[in-house]
């Protein structure tokens, strides 16, 4: 060691020492009489002497260590005179009530966490070099301490509840000094000095002096110990039965209440056999030691409880001192009273227990929740026989109640049922379902104690035999009404048309001079690049004007190149670089890998060599403005930026030569004229609902969103009666943050979509939401009730569609067939949804700028049980909330950048209950396999296959891999996932099939599988072989690496419910192949093909969508012949470079309504027969020869609208 270590050492000891030194002058100082008194004064004199002189000593002084040495020779003197005289301190009176002016209870507990620290840091030196280290066998110290320990526990619990101190009291805390102070003395007594000489006790005499010591004066095996124990506890009892309270309820009564439980559960452990009783009790002390452990595990939780808790700890603490009795009469009376006190403990236990889970429960919950549980008794039944054969016949029960109230709530999500009262019991149902799945796996995991678990089931069975009863008695009063002719709104007119306007495109009202004004700016006036800034608050219109502008058709001629993007609250540079690159068409897979430096300088060198127009919408800082603007080159070309912002120093900072507009507020025409249209459409307002209408108008403020809102909930009804009680429900203004009127809407939401619509706050702000992504989401969630005559995505679509009917929810894309593909929310409702989601207990957000560690405390993981959890941070936020998470029912993680988790499994341990994981931005080094209630797994992997243990994740409904670039080998054991309704896999994810067809045909079928997404297939006879134990199939997409042989054909016609279907050639063929596809598919895409005549498809009787996308023509040549495709719709052919020429024969397409045509640049001319479909709304060309084809798209559009006065039809070039 190095010499400043070993003068620290030396000084370390004589501390440890004076310590020791200290608790003997403790000790003497509390005896009635001193029969050491020349020994006490020398060592009070010492005591004062050497803390003085090692406070003045210096390290580096000469006469350092000959002041050591002294210093410590003086202390073995004394220490030997001590020795010498030495005895178990006898106190004859109980401690006074204080000392000094401080009370015995603070004194006290001090005083013994002294000793228990002095040696914990005994035990701490493992280094034989120093000073410090104590040599021999430590198992003796070891017990002490750790006896200690338990006993300090007991007193801190004894002495925060020790207000007016009894005799008792005193007797307990003389009682733990004198021991705790004499097991000091017996450790420090027989210690070696720094010479490491003899001593008058060997260990062997030491350890014998500890064993008696912890035998006679420190267990509760000799009489007056325990009674010291139980008398203490008993007035504690009589305290707290007469109304006592702590003062404060904190984590340091929850944690001397855990100690306290520590040390029962100790003493419990330590019970001595006590001949044939021990047999008796064994049973018993198992249920006392799980129950006391479950209420050690809970305590954060139970603070609401601390009355009945409080005494049933002390209770507890009572019978187990008591069982240290070993007189046989009374041993007999304890196994008496035994079962007696267990039911004691469990009637205070259960109610807490219960009243825990379901305080923390949502308040709100999806109405497919008792779908799944039932579909999952019966597994759970089957896998776990064993753990729950004791409760086989109350589940049986509970599950026929539950199937009795299933056309109940299916007609309550159809809403037939709109009463308060019938809704809330509907809830109250689902909510008991939630219960019953917890029950289920506690029984499993055994967390609770199984008595309290039994008594929870009875009482869940009368709950819901009684709700069921309520049910009835309801439907009587309130029978099932039908919607069609009750509420057509909800029916039909809240479900968006598919033909309703795009969202690009839709109607503005109220800003056309505005609009006027801003066109000009945009297309006229000076070369200088300019900044157009539009500022308003949040729900004024900005982004809709904004929007308008950008996609106005004369100033979308004016530019070269466009872009958008939207900056909001979550800043990240790289990401706003690559979204204005991408729509510069900058797109390809290098870009993406550049770092944000490099992206700045190519965004700016792009920026010099063309006319750009960029929208960037919602700027929350000037600094984000002074970030991006360096990139944006001006040339002097008549560039334009377009800016919407709430803040004005923004829009200052910004400014270049327009000044930034302020958003005016509607005027009251401009609102009325805006409900109107939203609740309306084209359609007139009947004169007794105008006057009304006009003064709800007037209450929104001439908040556009706000008007909006109020007209998702006036479309209801368009009465009267109705509106004048919206009218009075909105009160007399609404203020201007439209918060009222979004909270008036959500009152007004029927009780089933408010889970979907508060599920928007688990996404990000401003970003365009995956229809097919969210509805996975609800459907795992439970939020969808199934529906016999519809798939459950085609309800949640209904679901979405009554959102969006409600204004409530914003489309952002549709597809070609007109459903809606990617969604969005306004941010004044997505803040909303945080708020309200995390006050009903449905959804917790947590974001980056919020604490990586839970608040303690706050979010325990009982108080997180069915929780979500929706992370937009890093990987870490993860990995620190695990902890309390349980009990969490799911977990989206999202952030901007990908990272990679490790270690997966053990983290991902702790969320055993989860029921929906999404780490889409995830890396994972291993799939979790232990998971059981999984119903939705979404994840990221670089690994180059599947575990096949992923078939352990039994429940899972929805499968999302995503691969790193590299091909991912799929098991065999997915064909043991019976519940896969939806599995998707990166584009370069294979099934092995050469050598493993025997096991493929033998293995089960994927009966409920709908939608496959993206495998490779080798080639087309493997793509059957596999796709043929998927015979369910609605939505397939794949590619074929290769056909086989000189003729090939791809042949799905046995996939009868097949509605959609994409498939991707890695090559094309050298002669084109057939297809034989069902008669039910809708919509068909093929890419990289070879297509001969096409007559196989074109005659699909049920094909309205066709994408041909680099598809090669033979002889350059397509011919549609008469009557062919008969229900397309729609039409696109894109990226083929040999299509020349096309010929349509009369009465082919005769539904048609969208033609677009990408990147056809040899096609020559347009057949005029499309001028002759009625039906046709608009034709779209984009990078086209366009002059090739002008001539005959004039044509077309003369006959379209001048001769058949087809107003609306539109050729569109982008």
Not at 175 to 181: L, N, P, W
Request: glycine share 4%.
């Amino acid at each position: 060691m190095f010499p400043l270590e070993v003068a620290k050492d030396q000084i370390e000891f004589l501390e440890r020492e004076l310590k020791f030194l200290d608790i003997f002058l403790n000790l003497q100082s509390s005896k009635a009489e001193c029969d050491t008194l020349d020994v006490t004064q020398k060592a009070q004199a010492l005591l004062h002497d050497t803390r003085v002189a090692l406070s003045t000593l210096n390290l580096t002084s000469p006469n350092f260590y000959p002041s050591i040495y002294q210093m410590e020779d003086d202390i073995r003197l004394i220490k030997s005179e001590i020795r010498a005289n030495y005895s178990f301190p006898k106190i004859s009176l109980p401690l006074s009530a204080s000392k000094n002016g401080v009370a015995i209870s603070e004194i006290v507990p001090e005083f013994i966490g002294t000793v228990v620290c002095i040696l914990s840091d005994l035990l701490s030196i493992y280094d034989g070099r120093s000073v410090l280290f104590v040599p021999g066998p430590m198992e003796q110290i070891v017990e002490v301490l750790e006896e200690l320990k338990s006993l300090r526990a007991f007193v801190c619990f004894v002495a925060k509840r020790c207000k007016e101190p009894q005799s008792c009291h005193h007797d307990f805390f003389t009682h733990i000094f004198v021991v705790a102070g004499h097991a000091a003395m017996l450790v420090w007594l027989s210690l070696p000095g720094t010479d490491n000489g003899t001593q008058d006790l060997a260990s062997g005499g030491m350890n014998a002096l500890l064993s008696d010591h912890l035998r006679m004066r420190i267990k509760p095996i000799e009489p007056s110990i325990r009674k010291i124990y139980v008398d203490v506890l008993q007035a504690l009892k009589s305290t707290s039965q007469s109304g006592w309270r702590p003062d404060i309820l904190n984590e340091n009564t929850t944690n001397s209440e855990a100690g306290f439980l520590e040390t029962v559960l100790h003493n419990l452990v330590e019970l001595p056999t006590i001949g044939n009783a021990t047999v008796a009790l064994k049973d018993e002390t198992s249920n006392l030691q799980e129950m006391l452990n479950f209420l050690r595990a809970n305590l954060p939780c139970i603070e609401s409880h601390f009355e009945d808790l409080h005494i049933m700890i002390i209770d507890a603490g009572i019978l187990v001192y008591s069982l240290y009795d070993v007189a046989s009469a009374k041993v007999n009376q304890a196994l008496l009273d035994f079962p007696g006190n267990i039911q004691h403990f469990n009637t205070l236990v259960y109610p807490i227990v219960q009243k825990i889970f379901q305080s923390n429960l949502p308040r709100i919950h999806g109405i497919g929740y008792v779908d799944f549980l039932l579909s999952n008794l019966n597994e759970f039944q089957g896998r776990y026989s064993k753990s729950l054969v004791s409760i086989k016949n109350q589940l049986q029960i509970i599950q026929n109640e539950l199937e009795s109230v299933q056309p109940f709530l299916k007609d309550v999500a159809k809403e037939l049922h709109k009463h308060h009262q019938v809704q809330h019991l509907a809830q109250l149902v689902i909510g008991t379902a939630y219960e019953v799945e917890y029950i289920v796996d506690s029984f499993i995991s055994k967390e609770v104690p199984e008595c309290c678990l039994e008594r929870w089931l009875v009482d869940i069975i009368e709950e819901i035999k009684l709700n069921s009863a309520k049910i009835d008695i309801e439907l009587k009063k309130t029978p099932a009404v039908d919607i069609a002719l009750h509420d057509p709104v909800d029916a039909a007119a809240a479900h968006t048309s598919s033909e309703s306007t795009s969202p690009k495109n839709e109607e503005i009202v109220g800003f056309d001079h505005i609009i006027s004004e801003l066109r000009k700016k945009l297309t006229k006036g000076s070369q200088q690049l300019d900044v157009i800034s539009i500022v308003g608050m949040g729900g004024q219109g900005k982004t809709t004007l904004a929007n308008k502008l950008f996609n106005d058709d004369s100033v979308k001629s004016r530019f070269d190149s466009r872009a958008q993007c939207c900056v909001s609250q979550e800043y990240s540079c790289r990401s706003i670089l690559l979204a204005i690159l991408r729509d510069f068409s900058c797109d390809d897979p290098a870009t993406s890998e550049l770092s944000t430096e490099d992206l700045r300088d190519k965004l700016q060198k792009v920026c010099k060599v063309k006319r750009y127009l960029i929208l960037i919408d919602d700027i929350w800082e000037a600094s984000v403005w002074e970030d991006l603007q360096p990139c944006f080159a001006d040339v002097k070309n008549g560039s334009r930026i377009i800016l919407t912002t709430r803040q004005v120093e923004v829009a200052n900072s910004a400014r270049i030569s327009c000044e930034p507009f302020h958003l005016p507020m509607f005027k009251e025409d401009e609102s009325w004229k805006l409900l109107k249209v939203k609740v309306f459409g084209k359609e007139g307002c009947s004169p007794d609902l105008e006057k009304v209408g006009l003064e709800i108008a007037k209450k929104c403020a001439g908040l556009p969103l706000s008007i909006v809102l109020v007209a998702g909930i006036l479309a209801k009804e368009k009465n009267e009666r109705y509106w004048r009680q919206v009218a009075k429900n909105l009160g007399s203004h609404i203020q201007s943050d439209a918060k009222a009127v979004i909270e008036h809407s959500y009152k007004h939401l029927p009780h089933h979509l408010k889970p979907c619509f508060l599920y928007f706050g688990a996404f990000s702000e401003d970003k365009t939401i995956n229809v097919s992504d969210l509805t996975c989401l609800w459907i795992a969630e439970g939020f969808i009730k199934i529906d016999k005559e519809k798939s459950l995505e085609d309800v949640a679509s209904d679901y979405l569609e009554n959102l969006i009917g409600r204004n409530l929810v914003k489309i952002a894309k549709r597809s070609s067939d007109g459903k809606v593909k990617a969604c969005q929310i306004h941010d004044l409702l997505l803040d909303f949804c945080k708020e309200t989601a995390e006050q009903e207990k449905l959804l917790l957000c947590i974001d980056r700028y919020q604490s990586a560690n839970p608040p303690p405390g706050i979010y325990s993981h009982r108080q997180l049980a069915q929780r979500r959890l929706s992370i937009y941070a890093d990987k870490n936020y993860l990995a620190k909330w695990s902890s309390s998470c349980s009990l969490v029912g799911s977990v989206l993680c999202r952030d901007d950048i990908i990272e990679y988790l490790s270690p997966t499994s053990r983290i991902l341990q702790k969320f055993k209950f989860l029921k929906v994981l999404d780490l889409k931005f995830i890396v994972v080094d291993s799939f979790p396999t232990e998971l059981f209630y999984l119903r939705y797994f979404a994840v990221r992997t670089a690994k180059k296959s599947i575990t096949s243990c992923i078939s352990n994740l039994w429940n899972l409904g929805t499968l999302i891999v995503i691969g790193e670039g590299t091909d991912l080998s799929l098991p065999f054991t997915l064909w043991k996932m019976s519940k896969l309704r939806i599995l998707h896999i990166c584009d370069n994810a294979y099934f092995t099939i050469s050598g493993a067809e025997e096991l493929l045909e033998n293995s089960s079928n994927l009966d409920n599988l709908e939608t496959l997404s993206c495998p490779c297939f080798s080639c087309a006879e493997d793509a059957e072989f596999v796709l043929g134990k998927m015979p369910n199939i609605r939505n397939l997409r794949c590619s074929i690496k290769y056909p086989k042989g000189n003729f090939w054909v791809l042949q799905l016609e046995f996939l009868a419910q097949l509605k959609t279907l994409k498939v991707h050639f890695d090559v094309h063929s050298a002669i084109a192949g057939a297809y034989i596809f069902p008669s039910s598919l809708n919509k068909l895409t093929l890419s990289t093909i070879s297509w001969g005549t096409g007559s196989e498809i074109a005659m699909l009787p049920n094909l309205q969508v066709l994408k041909l996308v680099n598809v090669k023509f033979d002889k350059r040549e397509w011919t549609v012949n008469d009557n062919e495709f008969p229900k397309l719709k729609v039409l696109k052919v894109v990226n083929s470079d040999n299509f020349k020429e096309w010929n349509v024969l009369d009465d082919a397409f005769p539904c048609l309504e969208h033609l677009t045509l990408h990147k056809c640049q040899y096609l020559k001319e347009i057949p005029s027969w499309f001028a002759e479909i009625a039906s046709l709304k608009f034709v779209r060309v984009r990078s086209c020869n366009v002059a090739a084809l002008v001539a005959s798209l004039k044509e077309i559009r003369t006959m379209q609208v001048e001769d058949y006065q087809r107003s609306e039809f539109q050729i569109i070039f982008d």
